[in-house]
């Protein structure tokens, strides 16, 4: 079985991925005032960092390619969220979303890969992007469970094998995983990633405001409350 694997893709994702570990690095202190634009809080009782993106960058999500929407196509509320299958919080978040959208059958949720945490992560990316291609968003988020199932440091090989266990065919994978618009998809989701200041794994983008890091499943239940309530991700002062 080969594994997806293209050296100038993978130097080319690595030199982003140091541009955006060198910005995560530090948080500017107006990007500090920023995240006090709504009070959300962590399971810990933390605050988490949120601020306003642009309108134009949201709206560039749903234009990439290779992103999927599970949950209801046409729910009241989609949260975007950009994660990497080599971040145990987003291992963490992928369960919560799951059990949020078997409750609530109005939700949205569109998965953004976002492969910035090193070449393993590049590898499952392509394929995952390949999953993403040739399935079902019911079969991509039954992968997307699988590939987190495990323990340990997630590859191209962990994931070509995530893949075969949901019962997607590993020859149309590998082969559409190894194709270089594969590459480019990659890298659009990197760079709009940056361009939203997402300087963690995972982030959500959700009615015009970045959350970045996992707030745990009530602090995101709460979130789509307060937007059904009040048309934003909190309702104090509204």
């Given at each position: 079985m080969t594994i997806p694997y293209r050296p100038a893709a993978v130097a080319g994702l690595l030199a982003l991925v140091l541009m955006i570990g060198a910005a995560a690095a530090g948080v500017s202190p107006a990007r500090a005032q920023e995240g006090a634009l709504h009070p959300i809080k962590g399971e810990d009782g933390k605050p988490v960092l949120n601020y306003k993106v642009p309108v134009e960058l949201e709206s560039r999500i749903e234009e990439l390619a290779g992103v999927v929407v599970v949950g209801n196509p046409k729910g009241d509320v989609t949260i975007a969220e950009f994660y990497d299958l080599n971040c145990p919080f987003c291992r963490r978040a992928s369960a919560d979303i799951a059990a949020m959208i078997e409750a609530d059958r109005e939700l949205r949720v569109v998965l953004v890969p976002f492969p910035v945490l090193g070449v393993a992560s590049i590898q499952a990316a392509r394929v995952e992007l390949a999953v993403i291609k040739l399935a079902t968003p019911a079969q991509v988020m039954a992968f997307h469970r699988k590939v987190y199932a495990g323990?340990?440091?997630?590859?191209?090989?962990?994931?070509?094998?995530?893949?075969?266990?949901?019962?997607?065919?590993?020859?149309?994978?590998?082969?559409?995983?190894?194709?270089?618009?594969?590459?480019?998809?990659?890298?659009?989701?990197?760079?709009?990633?940056?361009?939203?200041?997402?300087?963690?794994?995972?982030?959500?983008?959700?009615?015009?405001?970045?959350?970045?890091?996992?707030?745990?499943?009530k602090a995101l239940e709460g979130i789509v409350a307060a937007i059904r309530r009040c048309d934003a991700p909190s309702c104090d002062g509204k």
């Open positions: 323990r340990g440091t997630i590859d191209g090989k962990r994931a070509l094998a995530a893949a075969k266990d949901v019962g997607l065919p590993i020859a149309k994978v590998t082969a559409a995983a190894d194709e270089d618009s594969i590459t480019d998809t990659m890298l659009s989701h990197v760079r709009l990633g940056d361009a939203l200041g997402l300087q963690a794994t995972p982030s959500y983008i959700v009615k015009g405001v970045a959350v970045l890091g996992h707030p745990g499943r």
